[in-house]
């Protein structure tokens, strides 16, 4: 039923003009995160081939500069997956610089981001990432799941040094906690830590100053944001659709969440922003989606 409802949407918002429309009201001008995980090489060269003509590809930290009339688009992955090193050619074929947003305690280290670990999957992902964080780290802890440490069979996930250093040239590499907690599940010396000694592990990483941040599950609060500005960082990315400009919040930038093993014909029509329309309808909050995805003012505040 989900792979037919994708392709009824697909053929609809494709054949009927609708994806071509959106993208030349609502993203002219405006800049566009798309923001991966793990893609292959071949999906993220299809993709940025069928952009290549459409939109000029910018770093992130050129994302709230004024637009020069063309659609702009800055590529995001977040966590720091050992994959990301087989993209290093696709970048440099498309002439990009993205930001791996990299859990800076996970990468250069032998460990395994913890919800990919068996002993996570099977204690339930979901249900884990909505718990209070000491008490989703003292139920993996009893069942044998250290975050700091290689735990049974598991294999590392994160980018190793060696890796990043070989990257270092070509991309620009950012903050996404120390662990990947949901933050607002956090105590607040815990949030703190995640966020400050992050930017401090990031900035021994790669030897150059972090100031751009993305938020675990783009779930954040107020004081998440107050921490950000405090420590010095300059952004903060959300998972809240839309597009950005010189008016946008720095520290709420929204995205489009591109699934990873998207064909190009899917990925197009997830750039409208209108494939989360299911979503919001279970949610009652097509209001919602409408303020942050065309961000017309005064709406967002409506939307809450």
């Not at 966020?195 to 998440?224: D, M, Q, T």
């Not at 989360?276 to 303020?291: H, I, K, N, S, T």
Request: hydrophobic share 40%; glycine share 8%.
């Amino acid at each position: 039923m989900k792979s037919l409802m994708r392709e009824l949407l697909t053929r609809v918002l494709l054949f009927t003009g609708v994806a071509m429309a959106i993208r030349a009201m609502f993203w002219r001008d405006r800049a566009a995160i798309l923001l991966y995980h793990d893609p292959t090489p071949a999906t993220l060269d299809a993709h940025l081939q069928y952009l290549k003509d459409k939109v000029d590809f910018i770093p992130l930290s050129q994302i709230s500069a004024p637009g020069n009339g063309r659609p702009r688009a800055a590529i995001t992955f977040d966590d720091g997956h050992a994959g990301n090193a087989e993209l290093l050619p696709v970048f440099i074929k498309h002439g990009v610089h993205p930001t791996i947003y990299i859990c800076s305690s996970i990468v250069a280290h032998e460990r395994t981001h913890w919800w990919l670990h068996p002993i996570a999957k099977d204690a339930g992902v979901k249900r884990l990432i909505r718990m209070r964080n000491g008490e989703r780290l003292a139920e993996l802890n009893a069942k044998g799941f250290y975050q700091d440490q290689l735990n049974g069979e598991a294999k590392v996930s994160g980018l190793s040094s060696e890796q990043i250093q070989a990257m270092r040239p070509f991309v620009d590499f950012q903050s996404h906690t120390r662990f990947h907690p949901t933050l607002t599940c956090c105590e607040d010396e815990e949030c703190a830590e995640e966020l400050i000694g992050s930017k401090a592990e990031v900035e021994r990483l790669i030897g150059r100053p972090c100031e751009h941040f993305a938020y675990p599950y783009g779930i954040y609060g107020s004081r998440e944001v107050a921490i950000l500005k405090a420590a010095g960082y300059k952004t903060g990315r959300t998972t809240d659709v839309g597009w950005n400009d010189e008016r946008s919040d720095p520290f709420r930038l929204k995205a489009f969440d591109i699934e990873d093993d998207s064909s190009v014909p899917w990925f197009a029509v997830q750039l409208t922003g209108l494939t989360l329309m299911p979503r919001y309808l279970r949610l009652g909050r097509v209001r919602r989606l409408g303020a942050r995805l065309f961000n017309k003012p005064g709406s967002l505040k409506q939307a809450q």
